[in-house]
């Protein structure tokens, strides 16, 4: 268990160690002249907005040990690395030396929710410049000290070198809390060519226990005297439990606790399989009351744009002098689709004197922390939430759900460590999923090719059902006084949810997007990554390529003929050259070519995709040959993380976008396991994905971690389209979808 930082404040301000960090900061942080009194006071930059105190972010202990936190959670984005490699690089610290501390709620500053490629931004912002700060307060003491001007010195390896060579140890130089104080607008980085942590593809820190065996997950967690414990979920949405019986599984070997609070209903065991066996018996000891309520799934876009919906124009532009003379219409849909993740969802917690602690991999620690409290109806500060990684998921599937389900156990046996450990058909079945949407596209083009007049409409529910509050977490949803599901509420632009990358980056003289926010949810729904952007990109860059198709132009030149922004041209240049693109090429038989582009919420970070897909016209099978993308994230700081992640967004999109669909009947969800909801296999693995990066020194990080899945997405419908000389547009394109329209 991580130990908490206590800062003793009042010691701060009082006597000498005050005045010494007054003087300290004149020297060490030079601004320019004050603004006018009118003029809005700047903030510090990134998550320091909300934290601006320096040893919320970097801590210095006496043997110069250095600590960095982030309120963010490692979900396998790689940033631990990086955040590491930023921390060192500005400290001038050895990268080995450093230990990074992640979500906590007793240790780390509040960062809200890890989502939206966020986390470079946001947390990767703060450390930098706070890290950058606190290297100039320390020489600024190196000086004071002898009395020599700051800029006479210099840092290396943990310390600050003196003009003699005098050698002062961080550790040395922490003493009456320096850094405690607020941080800076301004921070003097160093200059990107002296570089020489950042811009280093450092192996990350994270991978080598989850290739070795070793504690890597909260699925591996084991605390002395800890409990297994599982829940028994209703079979279907709002179904009741009527009866049970359970003084049977009560005497079963190993069976510690059975707790039922309504509709909640679990057991605790001495051992793991003791207590799935004891699940099963609870399961058939339990009688449910099933109330059908679920849509038909055959006609996906009626039933959505049936649906009452909040609709509300978000962009538009008017050029009455554009006129088209060639018009075109289509309509893409995406079904609902599970987050899938290869570990089903666990969480461990320990209730002691009152005080509940739970260990979940969780993407919010402190709104977790918030709808648990709500749950046990206890103060927030009486619950303690630490982030450990989870096996699989970008989104918010189960992790939240487990760790309130963990809690609620737990409460039952005071002192006891209680790990829950959900199983496949439970995150399949119960985990929000990634919400159903329908795009509806309309496009005109003039004379010379050019589009005239570009519609856009979207019909999708919230993207987030995050906790908050207790409504949000099953456990609280089936308690005997149960806590109601929170209303559903778009997320605003810029971000967005339903409408994230609808307004296309392309420049239209005539232009209109509709969000049509659907507030029922006919199945679980939340966060899944990307949000809308994944479908929207993929609506937008297959239409860009019907468009082409009309105006009899190559596709990436139709691109560039409407895009004016130069980084995204970029881009798209570089992915075209070293995917080997010619204008007017043929694939060899039986395969396709594809290319797509799109920037991350039109404010992160660029990436374009050109794909070499292969179909079996025999079966309809397709086959993703090769992919060549390019990525423009802004000042790169592990090359091998942002590899890592442009792989896995080109990967978990073809997934999505070749297989995944969740299923259910009037009742219940159908696709339970592997066998009904298929996902990308290691055999259809394309033979090569190569990765080109965009470097821009200097400039600020741009989230990459989900920018990548929308252009895979549409580059791969849109070589099947090549391949085959039939438009697919309703997702997932399967095998079956394929070879119907082949024969069609």
Request: glycine letters at 8%; aromatic letters at 6%; proline letters at 7%.
């Amino acid at each position: 268990m991580n130990v908490p930082v206590i800062l003793d404040r009042r010691r701060v301000l009082a006597g000498g160690g005050a005045l010494i960090v007054s003087f300290s900061m004149s020297d060490a942080f030079a601004q320019d002249q004050a603004a006018p009194a009118s003029a809005p006071a700047p903030s510090p930059p990134g998550s320091l907005k909300g934290e601006p105190y320096l040893d919320s972010w970097i801590r210095i202990d006496a043997d110069g040990g250095v600590t960095v936190f982030t309120g963010k959670s490692e979900l396998g984005q790689g940033f631990k690395t990086a955040f590491q490699q930023i921390a060192a690089e500005e400290l001038d610290v050895p990268f080995a030396s450093l230990k990074v501390v992640t979500a906590d709620t007793r240790r780390t500053a509040n960062e809200g929710y890890t989502s939206g490629s966020n986390s470079m931004k946001d947390s990767g912002t703060a450390i930098q410049n706070a890290a950058a700060q606190v290297r100039e307060l320390l020489v600024a003491e190196a000086a004071r000290r002898l009395n020599l001007p700051a800029e006479n010195f210099r840092t290396e390896n943990g310390a600050v070198i003196a003009p003699d060579g005098q050698r002062f140890g961080y550790g040395d130089l922490v003493a009456d809390d320096i850094l405690h104080v607020q941080a800076q607008p301004k921070s003097r980085l160093k200059d990107p060519s002296t570089y020489k942590v950042m811009g280093q593809p450092v192996p990350r820190v994270d991978i080598p226990a989850k290739v070795t065996g070793g504690a890597a997950y909260v699925q591996d967690m084991r605390l002395p005297g800890m409990v297994h414990a599982r829940v028994v979920r209703p079979p279907s949405y709002g179904a009741q439990l009527t009866e049970c019986d359970t003084s049977a599984v009560e005497k079963l070997p190993g069976v510690v606790k059975v707790v039922r609070n309504g509709n909640f209903l679990a057991v605790a065991a001495e051992k793991e399989f003791q207590a799935i066996k004891a699940m099963r018996a609870l399961s058939a000891a339990a009688k449910w009351k099933e109330t059908p309520g679920l849509p038909k799934q055959d006609d996906l876009p009626r039933m959505l744009t049936s649906l009452p919906s909040k609709d509300s124009i978000i962009f538009e532009r008017n050029d009455p002098s554009a006129v088209g003379q060639k018009t075109l219409e289509a309509t893409y849909t995406r079904p609902y689709q599970s987050h899938g993740s290869i570990g089903p969802s666990c969480a461990v917690a320990q209730s002691v004197n009152d005080a509940m602690t739970v260990w979940s991999h969780t993407q919010g620690v402190y709104p977790d922390r918030q709808g648990i409290a709500e749950m046990l109806r206890v103060p927030p500060a009486s619950v303690r939430l630490i982030h450990v990684e989870g096996s699989g998921c970008y989104g918010h599937n189960g992790a939240d759900d487990a760790a309130a389900d963990a809690a609620l156990i737990a409460r039952e046996l005071p002192g006891v460590p209680v790990r829950v450990q959900w199983m496949r058909e439970q995150e399949h079945g119960w985990e929000p999923f990634g919400p159903a949407m329908v795009t509806k596209l309309k496009a005109s083009l003039n004379g010379s090719g050019a589009i005239s007049s570009w519609n856009f409409e979207v019909w999708s529910n919230t993207h987030s059902m995050r906790p908050g509050g207790a409504g949000s977490m099953l456990a609280a949803q089936h308690m005997a006084q149960p806590f109601a599901v929170p209303a559903a509420k778009p997320i605003p632009l810029p971000e967005g949810g339903g409408d994230r990358n609808a307004i296309p980056i392309y420049k239209f003289p005539n232009a209109q997007v509709v969000h049509h926010f659907i507030p029922a949810m006919p199945v679980r729904i939340s966060a899944m990554r990307a949000l809308g952007a994944y479908h929207n990109v993929f609506s937008i860059e297959s239409f860009m390529d019907e468009l082409a198709g009309l105006a009899d132009t190559d596709p990436i030149e139709f691109r560039l003929r409407h895009l004016d922004d130069p980084r995204g041209r970029d881009v798209i240049e570089k992915a075209a050259q070293g995917f080997g693109w010619q204008k007017g090429q043929k694939a060899p038989p039986d395969r396709g070519f594809g290319f797509a582009f799109a920037r991350y919420k039109n404010l992160a970070a660029y990436c374009a995709i050109a794909t070499e897909v292969e179909v079996n016209r025999e079966t309809g099978r397709p086959r993703l040959v090769r992919a060549v993308a390019a990525v423009d994230s802004g000042q790169v700081v592990n090359p091998d993380g942002l590899i890592n992640q442009i792989e896995g967004a080109i990967l978990q999109s073809m997934s999505w976008t070749l297989y995944e669909a969740v299923t259910f009947d009037d009742t219940r969800i159908t696709s339970i396991d592997w066998q009904t909801y298929p996902i990308l296999r290691f055999n259809s693995v394309p033979e090569n994905i190569e990765v080109h990066i965009i470097n821009r020194p200097g400039l600020p990080f741009l989230g990459s971690g989900e920018t990548g899945q929308g252009p895979a997405a549409a580059s791969i419908a849109n070589a099947i389209a090549n391949a085959t000389g039939k438009r697919l547009r309703d997702l997932p394109l399967t095998r079956k979808k394929i070879k119907d329209a082949i024969d069609a």
